[in-house]
Each structure stands twice: as C-alpha cells, then as structure tokens.
C-alpha cells in the first residue's frame, strides 16, 4: 500500500497537471471566427496558452505576452518577456505600454485574444497618469502584508491601473476582443482574475479607497489623489466598449480539486472536497484540524480513511518578520492545532510552484513532524506569531520544490486521515 505521504505528493501532482493548458485550452478555441491579428496575454499560464495557441493555427501568430521570471516558454513568433512578480517592475510597465500601443487604432473586424492567468495583474504594472512605479511597488507590499483579499487587493490594483479593470477592452474597441482565462480566484469571477483588464468592473474608486482606509495601506498621496479624481472610475456593465469583449474561463480550482479528489479514491480514500476557501491561513487551518478531528473519532463526514480536500486564496495577515506564503503558514497553524494528532498527514502548496514569495511550493507534515520540532527545541506557535512557516519546514526538511509549473489555479491543500 502506498504511503500517506507519498499519495499526498500524487494529488498535489494530479491538480497541476489537470490545469496545463495543452490539457483543456486548443478545446475552447471554436469560437474563434478566423486567425486573431494580435495575440497579448499575462499571468504564469500565458507563454504555455500562447503555445497552444500557435499550435491550433497553421498560420503564424503575432503578439506579446508577460509571465513572471522563470515561467517563460518558446513560442514561434508571439513574444514572451519576463518580469517581476508579486510586486511589478520596469519590464511589466513597458509591456503594458506596449500592449496598448499594439491595440491602438483597430477596426472593427479586427480580432484579438488575451490569455489571462493568475499572476496577470502584478506583472499588468503600467500605473495610471500621474502615478510613479515606486508609488505602485509601496502599494503593493502594503497590500500583499495586509491581509486583504484577493478580491479587495485587485479592487484597488484596478483603479490605480493604465490598463486593469476592463481599460484594456476599451483601448481595443471597436475590434473583438476575445479572453481566455485560467481562474485562480474564489468564485472565479472575471472582474477579480488578473483585475479583470477586458471585462467592466463593479467595483469603484470609492471601494478601493475604503479598502486602503481599513487595512490601513501604506499609499502614496499620488495614489490617494487620483482615486479621488473621478476620471479614476474603471469601465462599468453596459460600456458599449465592451459589447465586443467575450471572456472564457478555460481551467478553474475546482477542477483539479476533483482530478486529486480521483486519484485519492483510486487509492481507497474517500475524498471530502471542501471547495475554495477564503480568510485568514491560520483559521482555515484549524476548520481543517477540526474535520480531521471529526473524522477520527465520529467517522463523521465521511468514514476514515479519507482525504479532506480544499482549495482558493487564503491571507496572511504579516506581523512578524519570518519567512512564508499562505500555505507555510496554513500548515505550521494545522500542525500546531493537531500537535501530532495520530496518523494525520497533510500538504499545502500552491500550484503555480511558488508559495508567496519563496522558492518553495508548500509543505509537507506527518504525524511525527511536531514530536521532531519538539526534539530540536522548536516551538510551532513561536514559529506561527513571527508568521516563520518556510523557516519552521527548511530546519525539518518538509518543504516542497516543484519549481515553476507554468500554470496557477490557486492553492491546494489536502489532509489525509489514514
């Protein structure tokens, strides 16, 4: 019989691999009435979309897509650049400059195909007029440490944009402009995956300056200006610059949650998918703690052995100066409810290969991870208030390196009750 540890790697490689886009993209491609003039794109997926994208046409393909460094892959003649992610830089604002450059001036028959992905509204990094890239970067770490949502986190990236919040839609129009979209959000809203730069955006400026206000975000006056301006409102539903805009999601979270949630029943687990999950990595660990707990003594949602499955964006909100993304933290906080609980493993890891900022994906834990941090004189919850996951996993050597993995649909996370 194979080992929990080893079963938890199978599903975690079972959910990355259900949402590579030579998987499901060439599929969702019918609509498409000829060869699209302009091919843009961004996020971790987009150079592997666009890739598929030249494959399905006989004919070259000409455009521009951006992924952070390290997730780029050949294409014939569509051009991939690189740049900074989660906080944008240089090379992220002179693509999106060149991206509506690109899309200027187009005709009503002209057609173009954005490919989004998750990782698309960071390296999007153009600022709107009168905003510095320095103002942008402070914004963002603020926001990345706050413990704001994804949602409330692009409510704001969208209004401080040149090209979020359906700006790029508007600047294609009157051409189509067709996007194909890998969902990392809960929910899989449109307007939220990589900020939504071709579809309208309910939220508005007021929205983000209220979220800057009750995370108490560390924005510039620049920043604070222009949300005041009102010429900072993003496109709303009914734009008629957008009438022309169609958005396919083509691979979402609950997808691959279902593909791990397959591989745990071929092997003799029955699999409790949860679904996508927000709010704060250190909560939704101890809801996890307490299934895991159900199950062992009431058998109860599901009999033992089984695999309790979750996926979606957690937050951290930072206030010590360790290292760590979501799932670190998800992890030490799970490890730290359940103190060695008997025969209960668990992983955390995101699927684009890269949790937070870190080189890792995630981690892993046994039953015998808390008695070893114990033995070497470490304290999971000292760990946990100083928000140190990454640290904690590095000295026990449980922590995952997938490397990039050239798609994102978010975390994944899976307990096993064996």
């Known amino acids: 019989?194979?080992?929990?540890?080893?079963?938890?790697?199978?599903?975690?490689?079972?959910?990355?691999?259900?949402?590579?886009?030579?998987?499901?993209?060439?599929?969702?491609?019918?609509?498409?009435?000829?060869?699209?003039?302009?091919?843009?794109?961004?996020?971790?997926?987009?150079?592997?979309?666009a890739q598929v994208l030249e494959d399905a046409w006989s004919e070259p393909l000409h455009g521009l897509v951006v992924v952070p460094h390290g997730y780029g892959v050949r294409c014939r003649n569509i051009e991939v650049i690189e740049a900074a992610h989660p906080v944008p830089d240089?090379?992220?604002?002179?693509?999106?400059?060149?991206?509506?450059?690109?899309?200027?001036?187009?005709?009503?028959?002209?057609?173009?195909?954005l490919l989004l992905s998750g990782g698309g509204s960071a390296l999007l990094g153009m600022p709107a007029e009168g905003i510095s890239l320095e103002d942008k970067?402070?914004?963002?770490?603020?926001?990345?440490?706050?413990?704001?949502?994804?949602?409330?986190?692009?409510?704001?990236?969208?209004?401080?944009?040149?090209?979020?919040?359906?700006?790029?839609?508007?600047?294609?129009?009157?051409?189509?402009?067709?996007?194909?979209?890998?969902?990392?959000?809960?929910?899989?809203?449109?307007?939220?995956?990589?900020?939504?730069?071709?579809?309208?955006?309910?939220?508005?400026?007021?929205?983000?300056?209220?979220?800057?206000?009750?995370?108490?975000?560390?924005?510039?006056?620049?920043?604070?200006?222009?949300?005041?301006?009102?010429?900072?409102?993003?496109?709303?539903?009914?734009?008629?610059?957008?009438s022309r805009s169609t958005f396919t999601i083509v691979a979402t979270p609950q997808g691959s949650l279902e593909a791990a949630a397959k591989v745990a029943t071929d092997h003799g687990y029955s699999p409790l998918i949860l679904g996508d999950l927000e709010g704060e990595a250190r909560e939704v660990a101890k809801v996890h703690a307490g299934v895991a707990r159900q199950v062992r003594k009431y058998n109860q949602p599901v009999p033992a052995p089984c695999v309790i499955i979750s996926g979606g964006e957690t937050t951290v909100t930072v206030r010590g100066k360790g290292r760590g993304g979501r799932n670190t933290e998800f992890l030490l906080s799970l490890l730290n409810e359940l103190k060695g609980e008997p025969e209960v493993f668990a992983i955390a890891a995101d699927t684009d290969g890269i949790d937070g900022s870190e080189s890792n994906a995630g981690a892993v834990m046994t039953p015998l991870t808390y008695g070893q941090a114990k033995k070497h004189g470490m304290e999971p919850s000292a760990y946990l208030?100083?928000?140190?996951?990454?640290?904690?996993f590095d000295q026990l050597d449980g922590l995952i390196f997938t490397g990039p993995t050239n798609t994102n649909v978010n975390d994944f996370r899976a307990v096993i009750v064996a």
């Not at 490689?13 to 590579?20: C, L």
């Not at 400059?97 to 005709?107: A, D, F, Y």
């Not at 600047?171 to 809960?186: E, G, K, N, T």
């Not at 208030?385 to 904690?392: E, I, K, Q, V």
């Open 137 to 242: 970067k402070r914004l963002n770490r603020s926001l990345l440490r706050s413990g704001a949502t994804i949602a409330e986190m692009n409510c704001v990236r969208k209004h401080v944009s040149a090209i979020k919040g359906g700006r790029l839609a508007v600047a294609c129009w009157p051409a189509s402009l067709h996007s194909f979209a890998i969902s990392d959000v809960p929910g899989d809203d449109s307007s939220v995956i990589a900020s939504g730069p071709s579809v309208a955006d309910p939220t508005t400026s007021q929205d983000a300056l209220e979220v800057i206000e009750r995370f108490r975000i560390d924005a510039s006056e620049a920043v604070l200006t222009w949300l005041r301006d009102p010429r900072s409102e993003t496109p709303k539903p009914g734009d008629e610059r957008l």
């Open 385 to 392: 208030a100083n928000n140190d996951g990454y640290s904690f």
């Open 90 to 113: 240089t090379a992220g604002e002179d693509v999106s400059r060149r991206m509506l450059q690109m899309v200027s001036g187009l005709e009503e028959e002209d057609e173009v195909v």
């Open 1 to 49: 019989m194979t080992a929990p540890d080893k079963i938890l790697t199978e599903l975690l490689d079972a959910a990355i691999r259900e949402a590579q886009p030579a998987n499901f993209l060439r599929r969702h491609l019918g609509g498409l009435r000829r060869r699209p003039r302009i091919v843009l794109g961004a996020g971790k997926a987009a150079a592997a979309m």
